[in-house]
């Protein structure tokens, strides 16, 4: 198979682990705490072209169980969010997030949050609670994903994280040895936190795959995963836990079964899949994540073609465990070889990906959003100078409102196959797929789109 290219590792240590984004975190923590200094952290505390895949997907799909009123949308919190800033824009931020609530993620390490455990059996919880805090403040369905892991699990140190521990080993993996460590980390979080019942374990095999080209350590990463499930559940029985957090990277040629004019999954990425779901001691929901874009930057066949790979393996994950709830924690549509859209086609693919985790069926997708400090951030969900709600912010909340995991799905079809529509009983969304303007009839009513606009209507 492909090697997992440069670039695609530049991406998972650009957005997860760069020193400088980190040391911001932690100057903002200690603005936070009003302290001149680092707080002390030892104090315990196969798919067709784009109009036919618009035409093949418009039935509906009967959607997994999932709980009452499961948002399904939302988002991860990652190096700065809005309790980062002051209180009064934590509060700005929290109170226009609470008018449509939907799901929000926070790991326990990186991604905004300090070692959580510098010390064996010493806990360091202030980062957490900040941003459980904003949660709360915008009335969100909590979920917590535990990674990563404190250096002494790993080869590093007791004590807080050097900042060059930062960008070099926030992605190891703990230690065989110290699996059980991070269980009992693991339980600590969840009886922590009892107010969060979701948690997914790991993010993207990191640690125990180091090397795309290769298999992945997934005996390793099963033996954690089934010491953190049964160390969780025995704390806290009503949790809810999933796995694998695996990355399902594609590319353009291979010989796997899972494949569309999207590309090809890379085989490596299956067989760590099934070895984990044959051998882990439970799971209550299947997490996942992936790029329409193949490892080598290619949209195949184009960028909106690119993401039926989305419900190609949505519905493969169905078929494979039973119909279990399948939840994207991360997905991607953009290349990351320097590619550069305008802000109307950016939203466009967005909202189109979305229709496809609807129509197949997906239980949960989070957001990353790539939050700023400062400047401009059309990505981010508000802005980093305002708080204000983005053009991003405002399509995940009227996903979030209309399009919740139990919504019903009518098989509605638009006259012109290039403009792609989701509908339910009472509200319709189409997004024109083209750079130029478009008219289109659907229920019986004509609808005339601009470049690259997405329309909401009632029905």
Known sequence: MATRSEGSTRRRLGRLTVSAAVTAVMALVVASCGQGAEPRQSAPPAQESPAATTEATTGSVKPPEVPDGWQRWGFTHTGISANNITREFEQDVA????????????HIMGFGALNPEPY?????????????????QSRATPIITLCCAPDWMKGGPEGPTEDSAWAEHLEDAPYP?????????????ATRYKDVKYFMVWNEFKGFWKDHSKPADYKGYTEMYNKVYDAVKKARPDAQIGGPYLGFDSNKGGDS?????????NQNVLDAFNYWYENKKGADFIVVDGASVTDAHELLPDEFGALGKFGAVTQWLREKTGDMPIWWSEW????????????????????????????????????????AKEGTCPACLWDPRSGAETGTGKLLAEFTRWFPAAARLDPVTSSDAAVRVLAQPERLVLVNTTGGDVSTTVDG?????GPYEIKWSGR
């Open 177 to 189: 040895e110290h699996f059980d460590d991070f269980a009992k980390l693991a339980a600590a979080v």
């Open 257 to 265: 079964e899972l494949r569309g004019d999207w590309g090809v999954v």
């Open 332 to 371: 991607y549509f953009v290349p990351e070889d320097g590619t550069k859209w305008a802000e109307p086609k950016r939203l466009a693919v967005q909202a189109a990906s979305m229709i496809e985790f609807a129509r197949s069926g997906a239980a949960t997708a989070l957001y990353w959003n790539p939050q």
């Open 95 to 106: 109170g226009s997030l609470a008018r449509t609530p939907m799901l929000q993620n926070q």
């Open 445 to 449: 009513k004509e609808y005339a789109l």
């Open 120 to 136: 064996p059996g010493e806990y360091f919880w202030e980062d957490l609670d900040s941003r459980m805090n904003l949660m709360r």
